[in-house]
């Protein structure tokens, strides 16, 4: 047994940790270590990823590129492989990954369980849009294929299915072409969230990804507006990437009211002043904390949680800025608070998080009650509002909230595989 913390650092619960590595032995080491869950490279914020006292299945060790067809833009892989090494592998090849999240360090198999989206999703949809392919394993040992045209039912259940209806062994992906690694970028001060939704909306037709860095403690929601395209600029060298490491754990969070006031202005101001239009390459515009190794470390020994929430369009601006007076007030947040829109598209999977509407996601230091009180000022509002939480991101969720932001809950348990067991599941499902 050993400790191991989600991304979040709320806890680190003891684990019998078990590693995977080939494909014909899993059968076999899943049997034999029954009531796991697959723990990939550990960015789930919550518990969706750790099963305290239990048995984490680690597929880091599953990282093999199987085939890639170069005419087609079809790769095979097994679900360990880090979206970083399918983006490095293929954008020179002239292909990219048509959606990924805030960073690249999560593994193929992590993305489909969370089914994660991008800036894109009004015109991509989410990762599960484009899986073509789901080799899955269960803990009796069967192996189902699954794919949007076969098992359908299956595919619906695991896209998104938190890592409950089996392990994902290997996966097809379809890419989409990409020029090069650049994107054209526009950069929009905004000045409440009136303004940002008419951007948002202005943009959709005309910007393939756009996003909304949002002064969390600015009750009227200003912000910065980010847009970016692919573009087919060239004879530009790659940058450098100049990784800085937080080296330590500070006795106490380093995000606090008067750190975060100071720097939501000052940022807001600075990028104000340079706004406008620019070139990006790909990893600073898709990835601008990856090259914080640790940067969780920053809020202390007690860790934090990530709150992100999808409310419905038509109650949006009303929701989004009842939930902004609410932190408004406590003077909590982060550096980091993102809004943005998702298109017209249903979901994937069955549990899947993306659905229409506004998604606004923020940090939180773990201040114990205080924390908890707001977060049930924040539940009532998207309950109200029926929007839902998203589940990757959380680890205090109720479960009526999660049962009523998930209306297909109840079919979902039909997959579920009854020798897979989370920190989440418990907590949400029961079992």
Request: net charge positive; hydrophobic share 40%; charged share 20%.
């Amino acid at each position: 047994m050993r400790p191991v913390s989600a991304w979040g650092r709320l806890d680190a619960a003891s684990h019998d940790v078990v590693s995977l590595h080939d494909p014909a032995k899993i059968a076999c080491q899943i049997t034999s270590k029954p009531r796991g869950i697959a723990h990939g490279n550990g960015r789930s914020y919550g518990d969706v990823c750790l099963n305290p006292d239990g048995v984490l299945w680690h597929t880091t060790g599953l990282n093999h590129f199987i085939s890639f067809d170069q005419s087609s833009g079809r790769l095979v892989c097994e679900a360990g492989v880090l979206l970083r090494e399918i983006q490095r592998l293929v954008i020179p090849l002239g292909w990219i990954l048509p959606v990924t999240p805030g960073t690249q360090l999560v593994t193929v198999g992590g993305a489909i369980a969370n089914d994660v989206h991008g800036k894109n999703h009004h015109v991509l949809g989410s990762f599960g849009d484009h899986v073509q392919r789901i080799r899955l394993l269960r803990t009796v040992g069967q192996t189902i294929e699954c794919g949007p045209q076969d098992n359908a039912d299956w595919f619906a259940a695991t896209v998104g299915g938190l890592g409950l209806t089996g392990i994902i062994v290997e996966a097809e992906i379809q890419l989409c072409r990409v020029a090069g690694p650049w994107l054209a970028t526009d950069t929009v001060p905004y000045a409440n969230l009136g303004e940002f939704f008419q951007l948002a909306d202005e943009s959709e037709a005309d910007w393939q990804h756009t996003v909304s860095w949002l002064d969390c403690l600015d009750a009227r929601g200003r912000g910065l507006f980010m847009r970016g395209n692919p573009t087919d600029v060239c004879n530009r060298p790659d940058p450098q990437s100049r990784k800085r490491t937080m080296p330590i754990i500070p006795p106490v969070s380093l995000v606090n009211p008067l750190s975060l006031r100071a720097f939501n202005m000052a940022y807001f101001h600075l990028k104000k002043w340079r706004a406008g239009q620019a070139i990006a390459h790909y990893e600073s515009f898709f990835y601008p904390l990856d090259n914080i190794l640790e940067w969780n470390r920053i809020y202390g020994p007690k860790g934090f949680y990530q709150y992100q929430c999808v409310v419905p369009r038509d109650v949006g601006q009303d929701a989004t800025r009842a939930m902004l007076g609410e932190i408004a007030r406590c003077s909590e947040g982060s550096f980091l608070a993102v809004l943005k829109t998702f298109g017209e598209r249903q979901p994937v999977g069955m549990l899947s998080f993306p659905r229409p509407g506004v998604t606004l996601a923020l940090d939180f230091p773990q201040k114990g009650l205080r924390t908890q009180m707001l977060f049930d000022r924040l539940d009532g509002i998207v309950r109200e509002a029926g929007g839902r939480i998203y589940a990757a991101k959380d680890a205090r969720m109720p479960r009526s909230l999660f049962e009523a932001g998930y209306p297909r809950l109840s079919e979902f348990m039909k997959y579920r595989d009854s020798g897979i067991s989370s920190g989440l599941s418990r907590r949400l499902m029961g079992s």
